[in-house]
T-cell receptor
Framework: AQTVTQSQPEMSVQEAETVTLSCTYD???????LFWYKQPPSRQMILVIR??????QNATENRFSVNFQKAAKSFSLKISDSQLGDTAMYFC???????????FGAGTRLTVKP | NAGVMQNPRHLVRRRGQEARLRCSPM?????VYWYRQLPEEGLKFMVY????????ESGMPKERFSAEFPKEGPSILRIQQVVRGDSAAYFC?????????????FGQGTRLTVV
């Protein structure tokens, strides 16, 4: 069974600064996908970034980037130039290839302070 | 192309009643997943369905819960004889195929409150 661990229940960052959210996972699979989802107070699950395990290059989407360490089974999210709108719950998720159900971590509540 | 549509957004049921949650996947999507989110927790996988088939129900409670995805119409998550512990947000997600090179797109969830 795959497990996803987010060890930081809450974090805060000043506007315009950089913050890193950590995520580790446990799996015996070699091919899989990792995701970061954002859940604002509206509860909508919004995909932030995804990473294919077979790709060595870390994924980047504008101000969001990941540090994917496959051997260490680590998948951290870096948010640069934090904005007030980044305030939300952030969930790390694992998906086994060819199977669409995702396993989520417990989440990190991020607050961006003005 | 409308996103994943869930209804109702909010549902209140008394203990012992039945709750029916509906999910219409995105157009062209034939795979549906249901997740439950308890307060202050992450999403927990419940069931994965294709049209007319249950692919994986390893996350479904053994009693009172059932899910279907008929050939026509939305997917339904049904909870019989609801109890207070069933109060949660229930999310549906859909994908065009079973996870290969894709990710699931989420609906806005149904918040079930059992009183």
């Amino acid at each position: 069974a795959q497990t996803v661990t987010q060890s930081q229940p809450e974090m805060s960052v000043q506007e315009a600064e950089t913050v890193t959210l950590s995520c580790t996972y446990d799996t015996s699979e070699n091919n899989y996908y990792l995701f970061w989802y954002k859940q604002p107070p509206s509860r909508q699950m919004i995909l932030v970034i995804r990473q294919e395990a077979y790709k060595q290059q870390n994924a980047t989407e504008n101000r969001f980037s990941v540090n994917f360490q496959k051997a260490a089974k680590s998948f951290s999210l870096k948010i640069s130039d934090s904005q007030l709108g980044d305030t939300a719950m952030y969930f790390c998720a694992f998906m086994k290839q060819l199977k669409g159900d995702m396993r989520f971590g417990a989440g990190t509540r991020l607050t961006v302070k003005p | 192309n409308a996103g994943v549509m869930q209804n109702p957004r909010h549902l209140v049921r008394r203990r012992g009643q039945e709750a029916r949650l509906r999910c219409s996947p995105m157009k062209g999507h034939s795979h549906v997943y249901w997740y439950r989110q308890l307060p202050e927790e992450g999403l927990k996988f419940m069931v994965y369905l294709q049209k007319e088939n249950i692919i994986d129900e390893s996350g479904m409670p053994k009693e009172r819960f059932s899910a279907e995805f008929p050939k026509e119409g939305p997917s339904i998550l049904r909870i019989q004889q609801v109890v207070r512990g069933d109060s949660a947000a229930y999310f549906c997600a859909s994908s065009p195929m079973g996870g290969l090179y894709t990710e699931a797109f989420f609906g806005q969830g149904t918040r079930l409150t059992v009183v």
